[in-house]
C-alpha cells in the first residue's frame, strides 16, 4: 500500500518503489524495480516475459525538497525466442543510456530559466557544468524547432551589437525579425548585412506571405526586403523618420550651453511640443528666442511631428510634398539633408499611412536582448544567444 502510494507521490506509474535509502545529508536514494509487464522485443517486436537474468541501474531524478533523489531500479533482461538473444526492459521517461529522468532535465531547463545564472543551477541541481549546458541549449533547440512556422504576413526588423569582436576591436551586430501577428521574435540572425540575413533566413518556408517589412532607415535591410520579399510593401519606421533631427538638435545645443548635460533640457528639446506641459513650454520658447537658428531647426523638428499627426495616405502625400517643397528654401546644411532622405525615403515613409505599422515592438525586443546578455555575462557563442533570445522572447 506505502509502495504504492510513494509511486503515485513519485509520479512514476510503472515502478514500484520497495524502499528509501539515506545517502548523506542530502541525497535519497530510491530502491525500486519495474511492474513485470510483458515486454516486446525492440528488434523484431515479438512479445516476451522468459527473464534472461537483470541490470541494476542509477539515474537522477528531479530533487524533492533540496534533496536529490536517485532511482535504483531494479531492471529485467528478456529473452527473444525468435532472435535468440536478450533485450532489457525500457523504463518509460528514462532513455537508452541516460544517467538522468527526463523530468531532471525538464526542471533544469525551467531553473536556468528562471534563476539568475546557470552557476546557482549548477550548485542547487549537484550537476556538472558541461552536462548542464548541454542539456539546457539542447532543450532551448527543441524548443526554437517546435516554433518553426512559415513566414506572416507582417514582420520587423532592425539590429542592436552583440559583442565586441575580440581581434580586431569593431562591434559585432545581431539583426531581429519580429512576427507581428505572433508578437515574438521570429528569428536571430548574426550580422546586419543583406547577405548575412539572406543566406541565415532562407530555411524559413512561405516568402511570399509576407505582406509588410518594417525597417529602419538603413540600406542594407532595404535592399534584402527588396530582394528577398519582392512582392511586401516596405515601411520605413515612424521614429526613426522623428528621430533625424535629434543629433543636430543637440549639437546645437552643447554649442550654445557648453554642455551635454542636463537630460531634462535634452528631453525637452527632443519631445514633440505637443506632449510638453505649459510652464515647461514657456520656458523652452524663451530660451529658443534667443538662438534664431536653434528655433529655426527646432521648428523643423516640430513639423516632421505634425507630418506624423496625419491621417490617410493621400492627405500625408501632399503633406510631404509640400513639406520638402518649404525646406528647398531652407539655408540649413542639415534641413538640405533631412530633405534629400525624405525625397529618397518618399515611399516607405507613406506607406506608413497605409499600414501603421511601426518599429516599437522591435525595440522592446532589443532592449529585452540587452538583458539576455547582461545576465550571463555577454556571449562568445552566437549559437546559444540565439537559443536564449528566441527563448526570452517567445
Ligand atoms: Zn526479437
Redesign the pocket.
Known amino acids: 500500500m506505502l509502495a504504492a502510494t510513494l509511486s503515485h507521490f513519485f509520479h512514476l506509474p510503472e515502478v514500484n518503489i520497495a524502499s528509501i535509502k539515506h545517502e548523506g545529508a542530502h541525497s535519497k536514494v530510491l530502491l525500486c524495480s519495474k511492474a513485470p509487464n510483458v515486454e516486446y522485443?525492440p528488434?523484431?517486436?515479438?512479445p516476451s516475459s522468459t527473464t534472461y537474468d537483470h541490470r541494476t541501474i542509477r539515474v537522477k531524478d528531479a530533487p524533492v525538497r533540496e534533496h536529490s533523489v536517485f532511482l535504483l531500479i531494479k531492471k529485467r533482461r528478456l529473452y527473444?525466442k525468435?532472435?535468440k538473444?536478450p533485450?532489457t526492459e525500457p523504463v518509460p521517461g528514462i532513455r537508452k543510456r541516460k544517467r538522468h529522468t527526463d523530468r531532471f532535465e525538464r526542471h533544469l531547463t525551467e531553473a536556468c530559466n528562471n534563476f539568475c545564472d546557470l552557476k546557482t543551477v549548477r550548485r542547487y541541481y549537484r550537476c556538472s557544468g558541461k552536462y548542464l549546458y548541454q542539456t539546457y541549449y539542447k532543450q532551448l533547440e527543441l524548443k526554437a524547432r517546435t516554433k518553426l512556422s512559415p513566414w506572416p504576413k507582417s514582420i520587423a526588423i532592425d539590429e542592436h551589437s552583440f559583442r565586441r569582436n575580440r581581434h580586431y576591436g569593431h562591434t559585432e551586430f545581431a539583426s531581429v525579425i519580429v512576427d507581428y501577428s505572433k508578437k515574438r521574435v521570429k528569428e536571430v540572425v548574426e550580422g546586419k548585412t543583406s547577405a548575412a540575413l539572406m543566406d541565415q533566413l532562407s530555411y524559413i518556408p512561405g516568402r511570399e506571405n509576407v505582406k509588410n517589412v518594417v525597417i529602419d532607415m538603413c540600406d542594407p535591410f532595404k535592399s534584402f526586403a527588396r530582394e528577398f520579399f519582392p512582392e511586401a510593401r516596405i515601411v520605413a519606421d515612424k521614429f526613426h523618420v522623428l528621430r533625424l533631427l535629434s543629433p543636430s538638435l543637440l549639437r546645437k545645443r552643447k554649442e550654445i550651453t557648453g554642455t551635454r548635460a542636463d537630460l531634462r533640457a535634452k528631453k525637452l528639446l527632443l519631445m514633440s511640443s505637443k506632449n510638453i506641459d505649459y510652464f515647461s513650454r514657456i520656458k523652452l520658447e524663451e530660451f529658443l528666442r534667443k538662438y534664431p537658428l536653434m528655433h529655426e531647426l527646432y521648428c523643423w523638428k516640430e513639423a516632421l511631428h505634425r507630418f506624423y499627426r496625419i491621417r490617410g495616405y493621400n492627405k500625408a502625400s501632399r503633406a510631404l510634398t509640400e513639406l520638402t517643397d518649404r525646406m528647398a528654401r531652407s539655408l540649413i546644411p542639415e534641413i538640405k539633408t533631412l530633405r534629400k532622405t525624405l525625397i529618397k525615403r518618399r515611399e516607405e515613409i507613406l506607406n506608413y499611412f497605409l499600414t501603421r505599422l511601426t518599429n516599437a515592438r522591435t525595440e522592446g525586443f532589443n532592449n529585452k536582448a540587452k538583458l539576455v546578455k547582461r545576465r550571463a555575462y555577454g556571449y562568445r557563442s552566437f549559437k546559444n544567444y540565439r537559443l536564449r533570445l528566441l527563448n526570452a522572447c517567445s
Open positions: 522485443c528488434r523484431c517486436a515479438e527473444c525468435r532472435c538473444k533485450f
